[in-house]
């Protein structure tokens, strides 16, 4: 992502620069979070929707999110599972209420990636005896999934601790527990 100053103060002139809608949507959606406020599935849209616009307005939007949260006290601290006793689930929720959408699907992915890898280099290794009649097949299909060797991505869709374990749902990434029942 390219990197455009957000106004620190009163914006007098229109702040310069394009930043592709994509962009715009996370710089919102980050800005929001940072000030602490939780989005609803409108307020989603309302982000999308102006994400569309050109980078000043976005830009001068943004200025007023944060010079409004930077002059009011912190709020209280969010009250979050110890690191020994936290769950999967507890994780996913924390990491979906502080991070971006597309930032917490690159985080799924980064493990994802790892875990593949580690099973196809576990299928590689089981295959013992190189010249019985499948061993070939079974380390091409090793390599064909192997993120390292150009496989995945995986996950390929945000996956929801709150449906199906962690599977993909039709409400993720925004679905809340409330959702699942």
Known sequence: ?????????????????????????????????????ELGEYEREIVTWLSRWEWATV?????????????????APISLPGRFDATPADVDQHLRRIL?????????????????????????????????PDAKQWR????????????GPYPSQLQCSQHNGFGSCPGAPDCTPEDAQ
């Open 100 to 132: 971006a959408d597309d930032v917490h699907l690159r985080y799924q992915q980064t493990i994802g990636r790892l875990a593949v890898s580690e099973a196809a280099k576990d299928v590689r290794l089981e295959v013992v005896l190189p010249d019985a």
């Open 59 to 75: 830009a001068t939007v943004v200025s007023w999110v944060a010079r409004a949260a930077a002059s009011r006290p912190p709020a």
């Open 1 to 37: 992502m390219t990197i455009h100053e957000i106004p620190a103060g009163p914006v007098e002139k229109p702040p310069a620069g394009f930043v592709v809608s994509d962009e715009q949507a996370a710089v919102l959606r980050d800005t929001l979070t940072a000030a602490g406020i």
């Open 140 to 151: 091409e299909v090793a390599d064909f999934v192997d993120p390292e060797l150009h496989g």
